[in-house]
């Protein structure tokens, strides 16, 4: 599966941005500073990612789950 593959349902952000592929969310996650990337919650978004792109199928919706999972843990640090 490629990283142009979508989510089913789009990650919506603040600001009204929105997430709808694989890649999308890859480069969102390489936007953050280096020790927020660097972060367990980030880190298996990373990997449930690449996991996607290489493997497809249900990959996809853990990718979707592990970034909704990693927002929101950085939103409740604030």
């Known amino acids: 599966m490629p990283w142009s593959a979508a989510f089913d349902d789009p990650i919506s ?28 919650h980030w880190q298996t978004a990373i990997e449930t990612l690449i996991n996607a792109a290489e493997q497809g199928g249900g990959w996809t919706m853990f990718a979707r789950i592990a970034m ?7 939103r409740n640090r604030k």
């Open 13 to 40: 952000l603040r600001g009204g941005r929105r997430l709808q592929t694989l890649q999308q969310a890859a480069d969102h996650i390489m936007q953050l500073p280096e020790d927020v990337q660097h972060a367990g």
């Open 68 to 74: 909704l999972r990693a927002l929101n843990a950085d």
